[in-house]
């Protein structure tokens, strides 16, 4: 059973757009998050993060959105670059950030 | 420049041998952290080590094992006994203080022959 789930396997957005990735949990435990983003051959880099005391945290282009009660986390990027595009893993933790359980993935794809 | 370092890129093994793949860290992290990624699901924990000489299961440690004798380097073994091991593995670390965020190795892709 999945604990953390990215139910779009995939999202296209025109450059300059606003992309929205979203990302789901079941475990309410989890009390901190991350996002990660990976090209192709190489590993996940860190995008942001956000600890389950807050509901906002901004970086740059980058927002993340924690819903507690809908167990339900977003990751803005506003505006959309083509270089944005990656596949970009949602990761919880149960124990603060010691262990991360992975959702598996959205592939972003920004359009020129 | 600081990283970790997985080695070699491509991996291929016949069924049946052991295979250790490598991974090195020059970040001075306390933690390390050996995940397998299949096509559709996400980074799955095979183990984790906090300091040297210890390190735990995570997920799916069956069919794998790990040693961790110096701080730089969590070298880990897919041995026979593991049913299905073409995937792509990554190699992580971390500080030990919580919380934060893992710095990813580039990754090893297993296939078996």
């Known amino acids: 059973d999945q604990q953390v789930k990215q139910n779009s396997p995939s999202l296209s957005v025109q450059e300059g757009r606003i992309s929205i990735l979203n990302c789901d949990y079941t475990n309410s435990m989890f009390d901190y998050f991350l996002w990660y983003k990976k090209y192709p051959a190489e590993g996940p880099t860190f995008l942001i993060s956000i600890s389950s005391i807050k509901d906002k945290n901004e970086d740059g282009r980058f927002t993340v959105f924690l819903n507690k009660s809908a167990k339900h986390l977003s990751l803005h990027i506003v505006p959309s670059q083509p270089g944005d595009s990656a596949v970009y893993f949602c990761?919880?933790?149960?124990?603060?950030?010691?262990?991360?359980?992975f959702g598996p993935g959205t592939r972003l794809s920004v359009l020129p | 420049d600081g990283g970790i370092t997985q080695s070699p890129k491509y991996l291929f093994r016949k069924e049946g041998q052991n295979v250790t793949l490598s991974c090195e860290q020059n970040l001075n992290h306390d933690a390390m952290y050996w995940y397998r990624q299949d096509p559709g699901q996400g980074l799955r924990l095979i183990y984790y080590s906090q300091i040297v000489n210890d390190f735990q299961k995570g997920d799916i440690a069956e069919g794998y094992s790990v040693s961790r004798e110096k701080k730089e380097s969590f070298p880990l073994t897919v041995t026979s006994a593991q049913k299905n091991p073409t995937a792509f593995y990554l190699c992580?670390?971390?500080?030990?203080?919580?919380?934060?965020?893992?710095?990813f190795g580039d990754g090893t892709r297993l296939s078996i022959l």
């Open positions: 992580a670390s971390s500080m030990a203080r919580h919380p934060v965020a893992q710095h």
């Open positions: 990761a919880a933790s149960a124990d603060y950030g010691q262990n991360f359980v």
